[in-house]
């Protein structure tokens, strides 16, 4: 009985009617006759109301409902979530449904309807955006189930409870795997590099086609087949791509959603396959106040699943970055001249100073690419209008901080150390840029 209790609503139709009947009676209390007019609509509410509560409750389980989603979420993708639900009732209904998603989306007014006919079935949809990693767990699915005539609703509690694993952007990943395949990245924005044969490793003799450099002519297979033949190169195989990620308070620093931290995990996946698809090693190295994680440079299968489940739990901890600390760990675990790229973020000068004698003793041994994050809600400042003193002001010190950024990137320069000044969304790209000019240019 008190279940049934609990299940029990009456809908706001219901008391539409319920507040016209208390105009009618306070009407009677000046117009006599109209008394028994309300009277009489109140018994005939009160009525209707138990006849549609005995329609919604004659049917023991009149509904059955299920929610499909992906086995594993992609942090800051759009994830597809469709709940069924089945109606056993003889009469068509209106289904209400109220889905309990998992507190880490903040979303609380998520309200799905539909109208099923009798016996009917009915698929709903929505999108989901998680924007942390981690464990999500769902709750149940309540359906708010009304006849035709609505004064009541009767509610069925589907305990689908579900807890869904939250991924680095695997879609995101995969998206970079398509290009791969078709056009080589440029609708990414990926450039091309022209090719150095210094670095690159002997292929194959081949005819000479037009349009080939003629410094790879080879002259002896020339004169031995009386036609031109050349020297085919390919990028030297077998290189050591290592990602070193900050987790430290400056990687909290949130962009469309997504801490520069997840950004920077994106883009070291989309990094790490693309490299084992060049037939390259790729490892990544976690550090803040200390070193963290190492997983060393290697190239087998299953690989991009290890560097995954790395990734999947990675957190910030607002400690302050020690770079002693990783040059020591590099120095002793890496011992072969590798690509180091430095996932971290600058904000003045001085940060930078504290920590360029340790990047300038990793550049000694491997090619350093650091890697500094645009505040691009900064540019979206200078593009306001100047209605007040305070509002230029502003642009000054915006202004400055954005000359500091690039004046941080030429620094490092001049001390030999590689460069990504770029956009937290525009990452990805910009690292593949780099890695692929790298191997281009054979500076590795």
């Given at each position: 009985?008190?279940?049934?209790?609990?299940?029990?609503?009456?809908?706001?139709?219901?008391?539409?009617?319920?507040?016209?009947?208390?105009?009618?009676?306070?009407?009677?209390?000046?117009?006599?006759?109209?008394?028994?007019?309300?009277?009489?609509?109140?018994?005939?509410?009160?009525?209707?109301?138990?006849?549609?509560?005995?329609?919604?409750?004659?049917?023991?389980?009149?509904?059955?409902?299920?929610?499909?989603?992906?086995?594993?979420?992609?942090?800051?993708?759009?994830?597809?979530?469709?709940?069924?639900?089945?109606?056993?009732?003889?009469?068509?209904?209106?289904?209400?449904?109220?889905?309990?998603?998992?507190?880490?989306?903040?979303?609380?007014?998520?309200?799905?309807?539909?109208?099923?006919?009798?016996?009917?079935?009915?698929?709903?949809?929505?999108?989901?955006?998680?924007?942390?990693?981690?464990?999500?767990?769902?709750?149940?699915?309540?359906?708010?189930?009304?006849?035709?005539?609505?004064?009541?609703?009767?509610?069925?509690?589907?305990?689908?409870?579900?807890?869904?694993?939250?991924?680095?952007?695997?879609?995101?990943?995969?998206?970079?795997?398509?290009?791969?395949?078709?056009?080589?990245?440029?609708?990414?924005?990926?450039?091309?590099?022209?090719?150095?044969?210094?670095?690159?490793?002997?292929?194959?003799?081949?005819?000479?086609?037009?349009?080939?450099?003629?410094?790879?002519?080879?002259?002896?297979?020339?004169?031995?087949?009386?036609?031109?033949?050349?020297?085919?190169?390919?990028?030297?195989?077998?290189?050591?791509?290592?990602?070193?990620?900050?987790?430290?308070?400056?990687?909290?620093?949130?962009?469309?959603?997504?801490?520069?931290?997840?950004?920077?995990?994106?883009?070291t996946l989309v990094l790490s396959d693309i490299a084992l698809k060049k037939d390259d090693k790729t490892?990544?190295?976690?550090?803040?106040?200390?070193?963290?994680?190492?997983?060393?440079?290697?190239?087998?299968?299953?690989?991009?699943?290890?560097?995954?489940?790395?990734?999947?739990?990675?957190?910030?901890?607002?400690?302050?970055?020690?770079?002693?600390?990783?040059?020591?760990?590099?120095?002793?675990?890496?011992?072969?001249?590798?690509?180091?790229?430095?996932?971290?973020?600058?904000?003045?000068?001085?940060?930078?100073?504290?920590?360029?004698?340790?990047?300038?003793?990793?550049?000694?041994?491997?090619?350093?690419?650091?890697?500094?994050?645009?505040?691009?809600?900064?540019?979206?400042?200078?593009?306001?209008?100047?209605?007040?003193?305070?509002?230029?002001?502003?642009?000054?010190?915006?202004?400055?901080?954005?000359?500091?950024?690039?004046?941080?990137?030429?620094?490092?320069?001049?001390?030999?150390?590689?460069t990504i000044l770029t956009a937290p969304e525009h990452l990805s790209t910009s690292v593949l840029n780099?890695?692929?000019?790298?191997?281009?240019?054979?500076?590795?």
């Amino acid at each position: 009985m008190i279940a049934t209790l609990r299940s029990f609503f009456l809908t706001r139709r219901f008391f539409g009617i319920g507040w016209g009947i208390v105009a009618l009676f306070v009407a009677a209390y000046f117009l006599p006759p109209l008394l028994p007019v309300a009277l009489a609509a109140a018994a005939l509410l009160i009525v209707a109301a138990l006849l549609d509560a005995v329609r919604l409750y004659r049917v023991k389980e009149g509904i059955q409902a299920s929610r499909q989603t992906l086995a594993k979420w992609s942090n800051g993708d759009e994830n597809p979530v469709t709940i069924t639900v089945q109606s056993r009732y003889r009469n068509p209904i209106a289904a209400k449904v109220l889905d309990e998603l998992p507190a880490q989306l903040q979303e609380r007014e998520l309200v799905l309807e539909a109208a099923i006919a009798a016996g009917g079935s009915a698929r709903l949809s929505y999108i989901v955006r998680p924007l942390t990693r981690g464990v999500h767990a769902f709750g149940a699915i309540n359906v708010l189930v009304r006849t035709g005539l609505g004064l009541a609703e009767r509610r069925y509690k589907q305990e689908q409870g579900r807890e869904i694993a939250v991924y680095p952007s695997y879609i995101h990943l995969r998206k970079y795997e398509l290009m791969a395949q078709a056009d080589p990245f440029s609708a990414a924005g990926v450039r091309k590099v022209r090719r150095s044969a210094q670095r690159s490793e002997f292929e194959q003799i081949r005819d000479y086609i037009p349009g080939d450099d003629r410094r790879t002519v080879n002259w002896k297979a020339t004169a031995r087949r009386a036609k031109l033949m050349v020297n085919q190169y390919q990028d030297e195989k077998a290189q050591q791509i290592i990602s070193l990620i900050d987790t430290g308070r400056t990687m909290k620093m949130p962009f469309g959603g997504l801490t520069l931290l997840d950004r920077a995990i994106n883009a070291t996946l989309v990094l790490s396959d693309i490299a084992l698809k060049k037939d390259d090693k790729t490892g990544v190295i976690t550090y803040s106040n200390a070193v963290h994680a190492v997983l060393p440079p290697a190239r087998e299968k299953g690989w991009m699943h290890r560097v995954m489940e790395l990734l999947y739990a990675l957190r910030t901890d607002f400690a302050e970055t020690d770079m002693e600390a990783l040059y020591v760990r590099v120095k002793r675990t890496v011992p072969q001249r590798s690509l180091l790229l430095v996932y971290t973020n600058y904000e003045s000068v001085q940060a930078m100073r504290r920590q360029l004698p340790f990047l300038q003793l990793l550049s000694r041994a491997h090619l350093v690419a650091v890697v500094i994050f645009r505040n691009t809600e900064m540019d979206a400042l200078l593009q306001q209008p100047d209605r007040d003193t305070m509002g230029v002001y502003i642009k000054a010190i915006t202004t400055k901080l954005i000359q500091e950024k690039e004046l941080i990137a030429k620094e490092l320069g001049s001390h030999g150390v590689l460069t990504i000044l770029t956009a937290p969304e525009h990452l990805s790209t910009s690292v593949l840029n780099k890695y692929l000019e790298v191997k281009a240019r054979g500076m590795l």
